[in-house]
């Protein structure tokens, strides 16, 4: 078991990042960021040159930063550790709606979850409004945003939730090809 270093966008990333980490046998150690991607983006190259030493996963969403993953890693790969950063296509939450149980999870009918996650302009917006079709009053006051927010007051513990109970990466990695390539980096490392 090794004990991986995070850097992440937000509290949500690191609830989802941990999930794929101990489902492989690993644990998380220190997590660096949560305070939005353009932080993350600022301090990508101290974090390579510390991934060159000890396993580090620095975990950044696509959004409409480039066309595809390869781009943006292209313009964003700092020197250092080439295969530290790791990009969710578009967004960290197409990895969650990539697995059926999170059609239980927002309690909406699985015949309503995107079926190409990653063709998603904005994932996480595509799950806020699952969440307002949701079953669960609760999922609706915690996931679904009131006036300015773009999410609900409790999106982060339930994701945070999903992600210790019921999230499967193994089975969303078989429809999220970048959530797929995170798990095969994460099983290539040993220490």
């Known amino acids: 078991m090794a ?4 850097a992440v966008e937000g509290p949500s990333d690191e609830a989802v990042v941990a999930a794929v980490l101990r489902a492989n046998g690993h644990d998380v150690g220190v997590v660096h960021g949560k305070r939005g991607k353009h932080h993350l983006d600022g301090n990508l190259r101290g974090y390579a040159l510390a991934a060159m030493h000890a396993p580090w996963l620095i975990v950044r969403d696509l959004d409409q930063d480039a066309a595809c993953a390869a781009e943006l890693l292209a313009a964003k790969q700092p020197g250092g550790h080439p295969g ?3 990009i969710a296509v578009r967004a ?24 190409d996650v990653e063709s998603l302009e904005d994932p996480k917006d595509a799950l806020v409004n699952l969440a307002r079709r949701s079953r669960s009053a609760t999922i609706k006051a915690d996931i679904v945003p ?29 429809r999220s090809e970048s959530l797929s390539r995170l798990i095969r980096h994460v099983r290539s490392r040993q220490s």
Do not use: H, K
């Open 146 to 174: 009131t006036l300015s927010r773009s999410i609900g007051p409790g999106y982060v513990d339930q994701v945070r939730t999903f992600c210790a109970s019921r999230w499967r990466p193994d089975v969303a990695a078989r």
């Open 84 to 86: 530290c950063v790791r």
């Open 92 to 115: 960290i939450e197409a990895w969650l709606l990539a697995d059926p149980a999170s059609a239980q999870w927002l309690g909406v009918a699985a015949s309503l979850l995107p079926r």
């Open 3 to 6: 004990i991986w270093t995070l």
